[in-house]
């Protein structure tokens, strides 16, 4: 049987789990060059729970796209994002084979909403129960609140302490017995990218998060990187603002907005308004998460295309782990066999499993095409981009 691998996208609510896997998928599916080496399709499944309907990730490309399209006329205005929030969990599949050959590999993300990892959530106890099955971690984190956001803000709005919590309880190799790997994406950080500063953001991940860091480094066989990944490509971010809502003396409405001034209000579509003699302006009391108040990031649409960076990166890193893992257990288990005849060993159980992964596709074929992935670039090495391996 083709086991799946299991992935698990982790992180603060909010902060573009959704997005960037609706971009990884979408980078998968659309890539000339890497429709090359490898067929790939989204297999996901349509599903209902609790009433609600799966999100499909086109939707979320669609929305990520209109961003772009809105602002198109306008580049100097800067605005808000935040739409359809994940109040559940999901799984997204993503199958690849070798070309004209039936045999699959499928990678099963699961996506769930922020609120999961908060440890006095209802559904802590379920997400702890998948993590300890998950073989690869996706911890995407906010970049503008990374890097410009106070030590406090930045992990109200990562989680950065929660996670750590969840990751030491659940994540580890059983004293190398297994094998895990655990990925930082920053997200959103096409402003440094495009500064040529990418590794500042790579170096502030490493300090922001290195009590999980430590301890994941201090397992044997565990895997640890960062990615950096431009969902949209195009969307970049301005500035932290303190979070005020516009309450409109006339009609009431209340829009989010930021100061600018003491005569002006930017409201949350980037439209720039002055102050109505009858117009409120409060502190917004969402933007109070745990007696924290965050300041909203604003964004800027540089040009329309929607041109995601990396997102490709994480799938490819994940096939090779499995493979790498595949041959070195099998190696190993080929001299405990030697060594006591044949018989069940400890390794048997997990070479069992990392060979179902591969679900019949030839590891010589497959670790081919990786190389051809490299050869030519389209796989990226350490420090291109940001790429990062421990
Ligand atoms: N500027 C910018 N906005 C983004 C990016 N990725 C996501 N967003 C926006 O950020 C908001 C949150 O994104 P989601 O992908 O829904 O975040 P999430 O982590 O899945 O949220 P929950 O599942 O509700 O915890 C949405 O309005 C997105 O359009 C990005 O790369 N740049
Ligand atoms: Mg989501």
Redesign the pocket.
């Known amino acids: 049987m083709n086991e799946e691998i299991k992935v698990l996208m982790v992180?603060g609510?909010?902060?573009?789990?959704?997005?960037?896997l609706a971009s990884i998928f979408q980078q998968m599916t659309h890539d000339d060059r890497l429709s090359n080496y490898l067929t790939i399709s989204d297999a996901t499944v349509a599903e209902e729970k609790g009433g609600e309907r799966k999100e499909g990730l086109n939707d979320k490309i669609n929305?990520?796209k209109q961003?772009l399209r809105q602002k198109r006329h306008d580049n100097s205005s800067v605005f808000l994002?935040?739409?359809?929030?994940?109040n559940t969990y999901w799984d997204y599949k993503l199958r690849l084979s070798l070309p004209k050959k039936e045999e699959s590999v499928c990678i099963n993300f699961r996506d769930s909403?922020?609120e999961y990892f908060v440890k006095s959530s209802t559904n802590s106890s379920s997400t702890e129960a998948y993590m300890r099955e998950c073989d690869i971690f996706v911890v995407?984190v906010d970049t503008p609140y990374l890097m410009e956001a106070n030590d406090e803000v930045c992990d109200n709005v990562n989680r950065i302490d929660d996670i750590t919590n969840f990751i030491k309880n659940n994540v580890n190799t059983a004293d190398g017995k297994d094998a895990k790997m655990v990925i930082y994406v920053p997200?959103?950080c096409e402003k440094w990218y495009n500064e040529n500063h990418i590794d500042a953001v790579n170096e502030k991940i490493k300090m922001a998060y290195s009590s999980q860091i430590d301890y994941l480094r201090g397992q044997k066989h565990m895997l640890v990187g960062i990615i950096p990944m431009l969902?949209?490509g195009n969307?970049e971010f301005v500035e932290l603002k303190e979070a005020f809502v516009h309450i409109n003396g006339h009609t009431g409405k209340e829009t989010r907005c930021c100061k600018v001034g003491s005569k002006n209000v930017r409201m949350e579509d980037g439209t720039l308004v002055p102050l109505g003699e009858m117009d409120v302006v409060n502190e917004d009391a969402h933007a109070v998460v745990n007696n924290i108040k965050r300041p909203y990031s604003w964004?800027r649409v540089k040009n329309d295309h929607f041109a995601p960076v990396n997102c490709d990166q994480l799938p490819l890193r994940i096939i090779s782990f499995v493979l790498i893992k595949y041959k070195k257990l099998k190696k190993e288990n080929a001299t405990w066999i030697e060594r006591f005849f044949d018989r069940n060993t400890l390794l048997k159980p997990l070479f069992e499993k990392y060979n179902n992964y591969l679900g019949r596709i030839n590891p010589n074929e497959l670790s081919d095409v990786v190389a051809a992935l490299k050869k030519d670039n389209i796989w990226k090495n350490q420090g291109v981009d940001g790429i990062f391996f421990y």
């Not at 609510?13 to 960037?20: A, D, E, F, L, N």
């Not at 994002?81 to 994940?86: L, Q, R, S, Y």
């Open positions: 992180g609510r909010r902060c573009g789990k959704t997005s960037v929305e990520l961003m994002v935040d739409k359809n929030p994940t909403a922020g995407v997200i959103k969902t949209i969307i964004y």
